[in-house]
């Protein structure tokens, strides 16, 4: 059924664009002007890195297709995995990104196996990213599975996003000048019953294993207040709190963690279809005010083929070509237009429209490039 209404789907934007871009510049002439011959493409106005991908190592070439026809200069896979044997992934990872020729940055994950084998396993950890760093990779990356799902050393319960345990960790990649991409918790409408009135039913019904109601896993706000621990025990570290801050439902919560923690930024991966439903004038003012903390990302998921590809968040079947191109035009609209009650680029995270918050150049330019690279160290070569 989105297959079928996507065709339709591409026509419809194709129409729309344009004539809202036109909305917001000067009234129309009594005579049209011709067009002038090398306007860029509007994907194009902008240099953008992504800080929020996930490349597989076949997914390259299509990861350069991407970038090239929507604007987007440089990527950053946050799937790099962790180096050595047995599957040496991040090596894969980082030789499979060299075909972009700089283009693709690579964050490591810890194996997190190493907390039941080990008794010192923050410090094996600590070792295994300095090798990390050595080949090549500019991050660590942790995922949710960090309170939902890695197991403490006793191999019974799970590991707290706070355990001690892990600082040495956390330390050594301020050290070495890693940013520490973290994704804890999920969306609070996943801890709530998974049932036609949950604002995420869309996507729990096409993932029921997504959905954290009476699941045992701590509550969210156990989660989060672990996250705000951590990030507060390592002022030294720089925290990049993916889906904004993992909390896209409160901003005012996010708020208060950006005022308190100073090695605090955030990404937008996934969830401007979350911001979107706030106030267009609230989330139009938090941008300005934390416009050097926030960081563009988009948690595009990349493989070879179409069927591999993930938009911020996938039904039950496959996206397909229309899915990519509302996904990208709706994200830019979002950012740069001030056009009310627009199409989410991701449907299935919620049925509801969003506003755009429409930035001003400069907080655009530091959103889609400036913030990235002074965060991450690290800037793909001009476009
Ligand atoms: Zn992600």
Redesign the pocket.
């Known amino acids: 059924m989105r297959r079928a209404g996507a065709a339709a789907l591409v026509l419809v934007l194709a129409a729309l664009a344009p004539a809202c871009r036109n909305r917001a510049a000067s009234p129309p002439a009594a005579q049209p002007a011709p067009a002038p011959a090398a306007a860029p493409h509007p994907a194009q106005r902008f240099h953008r890195i992504d800080v ?1 991908t ?1 490349i597989s190592p076949d997914g390259v070439d299509r990861a350069v297709r991407l970038m090239d026809e929507w604007g987007i200069d440089g990527m950053v896979n ?1 799937s790099g995995m962790h180096p050595g044997p047995p599957h040496h992934a991040l090596e894969r990872q980082l030789a499979a990104a060299q075909a972009a020729h700089g283009r693709i940055a690579v964050f490591s994950t810890p194996d997190f196996r190493l907390v039941v084998q080990r008794t010192d396993y923050g410090a094996a950890m600590a070792d295994q990213l300095s090798e990390a760093r050595r080949m090549g990779a500019i991050g660590l990356k942790i995922t949710k599975g960090l309170g939902l799902g890695y197991r403490a050393h006793d191999g019974v319960h799970l590991l707290a996003v706070d355990d001690h345990g892990l600082d040495a960790l956390f330390e050594r990649a301020g050290e070495l000048g890693m940013p520490v991409a973290i ?1 804890c918790g999920d969306p609070q409408a996943f801890w709530k019953p998974a049932t036609p009135d949950n604002e995420r039913w869309d996507e729990l019904q096409a993932h029921p294993e997504w959905s954290f109601a009476n699941s045992g896993v701590p509550s969210w706000q156990e989660l989060y207040d672990a996250f705000d621990r951590l990030v507060g025990r390592h002022p030294k570290t720089t925290f990049i709190g ?1 889906h904004f801050g993992n909390d896209p439902e409160d901003p005012d919560t996010v708020a208060r963690m950006l005022d308190k923690h100073p090695n605090l930024v955030i990404d937008t ?2 969830r401007v279809p979350e911001i979107g439903r706030h106030p267009q004038e609230k989330m139009r003012r938090f941008f300005e005010k934390y416009q050097d903390r926030i960081l563009f990302g988009t ?1 595009t998921g990349i493989g070879e083929d179409q069927e591999d590809m993930m938009y911020g968040s996938n039904g039950a079947t496959p996206p397909t070509r229309a899915d990519e191109v509302r996904f990208f035009t709706e994200t830019w609209r979002y950012f740069e237009t001030l056009d009310r009650q627009i199409e989410s680029p991701t449907p299935i995270q919620g049925r509801w429209k969003i506003d755009g918050v429409g930035l001003p150049d400069p907080v655009l330019r530091k959103l889609y490039w400036e913030n990235a690279v002074r965060v991450l160290r690290w800037q793909p070569p001009a476009r």
């Open positions: 929020h996930h946050l994704h993916v991966a996934a948690d």
